[in-house]
């Protein structure tokens, strides 16, 4: 398994600002993504983080307002931009040695953004 | 395409009873389902899977899942509850051999009352 560490753990922002969210791996993974999740909600896939190009985004979220990064094959990180308050989420960062005989994703803390 | 159901939205079960949360999926080839458990303030700790073989597979937390393909099911099972075991309940599917991103459910909220 992989422990990936996630921070910060939480935060309060005002509207128009932006907060980078990192994620550090203890281990090389093939892939990681990033989502979003409403309190006692399901997970919504923003996207996956390509190690050296252009993360892959899922429809209704733009590289623009979510930027990532991924320079490496431990680290990465999700900007959300311009903030508002319907930003206001669990944001989670997942990862995996997946399609090298491992199965799983596991997951970050997940960081609790307010936007006021 | 896949998907998952969690047909509960909560389950409610007495300390010591034993407990079932529910799951059916839909996909393409070869499931591989997977069971995450999330409690408050945390991100989902990963509990069990079944890839392939013995049709019950057993996890962390004496949790074990029993995958039933005519029914295309993957309930998660507990002989007794705890009450440390109330949270957030997620089970997750991909296609073995296509895409790696897993389909989440929406979640069962399960509350073990003392």
């Known amino acids: 398994s992989a422990v990936i560490s996630q921070k910060p753990s939480r935060d309060i922002c005002q509207r128009g600002t932006s907060l980078t969210i990192q994620c550090q791996v203890d281990s090389q993974v093939t892939m990681m993504f990033w989502y979003r999740q409403q309190p006692g909600q399901s997970l919504t896939l923003i996207a996956t983080a390509n190690q050296g190009s252009e993360a892959t985004y899922e429809s209704g979220f733009v590289i623009d307002k979510f930027p990532i990064s991924r320079p490496n094959l431990t680290f990465s990180t999700l900007t959300v931009s311009n903030m508002s308050p319907e930003d206001s989420s669990i944001y989670l960062c997942s990862g995996g040695r997946l399609g090298l005989g491992n199965t799983e994703a596991f997951f970050g803390q997940g960081t609790r953004l307010t936007v006021v | 395409a896949q998907s998952v159901a969690q047909p509960e939205d909560q389950v409610n079960v007495a300390e010591g009873n034993p407990l079932t949360v529910k799951c059916t999926y839909s996909?393409?080839?070869?499931?591989?389902l997977f069971w995450y458990v999330q409690y408050p303030n945390r991100g989902l700790q990963f509990l069990l899977k079944?890839?392939?073989?013995?049709?019950l597979v057993k996890g962390s937390y004496g949790f074990e899942a029993e995958f039933n393909k005519s029914q295309t099911s993957f309930h998660l099972k507990k002989p007794s509850a705890l009450v440390s075991d109330s949270a957030l309940y997620f089970c997750a599917v991909r296609e073995g051999g296509g895409s790696y991103i897993p389909t989440f459910g929406r979640g069962t909220s399960l509350i073990v009352h003392p």
């Open positions: 079944y890839i392939t073989g013995d049709n």
């Open positions: 996909v393409s080839g070869n499931p591989y």
